[in-house]
């Protein structure tokens, strides 16, 4: 690292954007580093101001499935840039994106197109609460729904179900209306729904959980969601973000077998451009506007560049399910490298893997929800990280994040990466 283009950068930025940032976690600040700024990106690699070149697995925190820069995939960006970036009009590429998103996910039968995953939350939620009448929302401790008022919200203190805000600028009244319960507890969760049934207009959950790090669901946890919803005409909503497209190509609902009433997508479906989506059941969906009297619109939803960039990453993934094993088999040799390098340097270490979705907790305890995530030893981690940065391999700043794997990875890849974590286990 002979430049110092980044953290010149990072100085400028800090001036004019707060923390030098537009997205918190890039800012490198929970393993006390500055953070590399990133040129440009092909295949697996990525390349900082500085010259350094790094095999990636933020992945752009998961869109890039594809890898970086695909070729068909930049072809229909540029091809639809140039017939026009914008026109508040409806779009073929619109409808095309919805069919394809419906044909994958079958409890998806209609589908509204927005620009983030944030957006496409808190759209669904005001959808579950204008059809049901209710107000109240049930999150799990330790899931990640978006920037919005009512999901930046954490658990009370001691036996309260209620919410507390999570950020400054949240009212307490909007927290009040999110109650929240630890992630795996059946139990737990039973007792509030039968406690406040009447009053939920959604459970909303990440079907496997990836901001606390991945943490799988149990199957009895997510059977027992969907038959209290049931009976409680509560709306399950799956928040699959991350998931959809990633974990199977109908998502961690196809992967699991269980079937939501709600779905959000945001990541892969724009291939790496800016969207999210909601859909669901038709009864449901049919109370947004215009159809219907939820009000939801975006200026710039459904955008022709995004969309070809969403469809042309969907398509690829249709045509060729093997990417599917292939990634999960890498991701696969990755967790055995952590859990050897763990054995071999007697640092505890338990990996938590869904498909493609691997974490690395530097604890010695199963991890199955955000309490004992938050058993991780950080500062092993930051060494870690530092380690693995310094080989060029680029991980997502923090413990309570996923490590993405993409088809773009080659088996050279994994294996140096390999290598490069037992070394920054050694350290
Ligand atoms: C990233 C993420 C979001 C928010 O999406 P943005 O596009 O960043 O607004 C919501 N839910 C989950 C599960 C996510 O991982």
Redesign the pocket.
């Given at each position: 690292m002979k430049n110092n283009n980044s953290l010149e950068l990072f100085e400028r930025a800090k001036q004019i954007i707060p923390g030098g940032v537009n997205?918190p976690v890039r800012a490198f600040k929970s393993v006390g580093l500055n953070p590399p700024f990133i040129k440009s990106a092909k295949g697996s690699r990525i390349t900082d101001e500085d010259g350094n070149e790094y095999i990636d697995y933020v992945c752009s925190?998961?869109p890039m499935i594809l890898g970086h820069a695909r070729e068909e995939v930049v072809d229909a960006v540029v091809k639809a840039a140039a017939e026009g970036t914008s026109f508040g009009a409806p779009t073929e590429k619109e409808v095309r994106l919805a069919e394809l998103v419906c044909e994958a996910v079958p409890s998806v039968e209609m589908v509204r197109m927005v620009?983030?995953?944030?957006?496409?939350?808190m759209s669904a939620i005001r959808l579950a609460r204008g059809f049901t009448g209710r107000d109240k929302i049930l999150k799990f401790e330790g899931?990640?729904?978006?920037?919005s008022d009512g999901l930046l919200v954490k658990a009370g203190s001691g036996a309260l179900t209620t919410g507390v805000p999570d950020s400054a600028g949240v009212p307490p009244d909007y927290a009040k209306n999110t109650l929240t319960a630890a992630y795996n507890d059946t139990d737990g969760v039973e007792n509030i729904i039968k406690k406040y049934g009447d009053e939920l207009a959604a459970v909303i959950l990440?079907p496997v959980a990836?901001?606390m790090g991945v943490v799988p669901p149990r199957m009895e946890f997510l059977k027992a969601l969907r038959d209290l919803t049931l009976r409680y005409g509560i709306l399950l909503i799956f928040?699959?973000?991350?998931?959809g497209f990633r974990v199977s190509y109908s998502g961690a609902q196809g992967y699991y077998g269980i079937r939501p009433d709600l779905t959000?997508f945001?990541?892969i479906i724009g291939g790496g451009m800016?969207v999210?989506a909601y859909g669901g059941r038709k009864d449901i969906m049919s109370k947004v506007s215009p159809a219907g009297p939820v009000y939801q619109a975006g200026t710039l939803s459904g955008n022709p560049v995004a969309m070809a960039a969403g469809i042309k990453t969907l398509e690829i993934l249709r045509d060729n399910p093997s990417i599917y094993t292939e990634i999960e088999k890498k991701a696969k040799r990755l967790e055995e490298a952590f859990l050897n390098a763990s054995r071999k340097y007697s640092t505890p270490c338990v990996v938590n893997r869904v498909g493609s979705l691997l974490s690395a907790f530097f604890t010695g305890e199963r991890v199955v929800d955000f309490k004992t995530a938050t058993k991780s030893d950080t500062n092993r981690f930051a060494r870690y990280f530092a380690g693995m940065l310094e080989r060029g391999i680029y991980t997502a700043p923090s413990q309570y994040e996923a490590m993405f794997v993409s088809y773009a990875h080659s088996d050279e890849d994994i294996e140096k990466t390999a290598q490069a974590i037992h070394e920054a286990f050694s350290i």
């Open positions: 997205s925190w998961g620009s983030s995953g944030t957006e496409a939350v899931c990640y729904h978006g920037h990440e990836g901001n928040d699959e973000v991350i998931t959000v945001g990541k800016p999210g």
